[in-house]
């Protein structure tokens, strides 16, 4: 049974940081991609950050970049996504997916498995 499990979601203020965690069981983790999502309240969900199975190669939506970090531990199946300088607009339920290959994809559709999500609200 696949599980793809959140953590690290909380209120912090504009500026502050956060470290999103995302432990993955019932696949073979090093194999995929993995990718975080967000979506604010009467919004698309949107990409916001992907990393290839080697841990090597990442991609960031504009918005994130130079705030944001993305990072992999393929010994513990775990994704992580670390937040900088967060913003008001970074406000979301922050969701971790899997890919349905080994390479960074910034679509939705191209990832298998997805998390329940974490809330990251961040006050002005």
């Known amino acids: 049974q696949v599980q793809l499990v959140e953590s690290g979601g909380g209120l912090v203020q504009a500026g502050g940081s956060l470290k999103l965690s995302c432990a993955a069981s019932?696949?073979?983790?090093?194999?995929?991609?993995m990718g975080w999502f967000h979506q604010a309240p009467g919004k698309e969900r949107e990409f916001v950050a992907a990393?290839?199975?080697?841990?090597?190669?990442?991609y960031y939506a504009d918005s994130v970049k130079g705030r944001f970090t993305i990072s992999r531990d393929n010994a513990k199946n775990t994704v992580y996504l670390q937040l900088n300088s967060l913003k008001p607009e970074d406000t979301a339920v922050y969701y971790c997916?899997?890919?349905?290959?080994?390479?960074?994809?910034?679509?939705?559709?191209?990832?298998?498995?997805w998390g329940q999500g974490t809330q990251v609200t961040v006050s002005s």
């Open positions: 997916a899997s890919g349905r290959w080994g390479r960074v994809t910034t679509t939705s559709s191209e990832y298998r498995y």
């Open positions: 019932g696949f073979t983790f090093r194999n995929y991609a």
């Open positions: 990393i290839d199975y080697t841990g090597v190669n990442t």
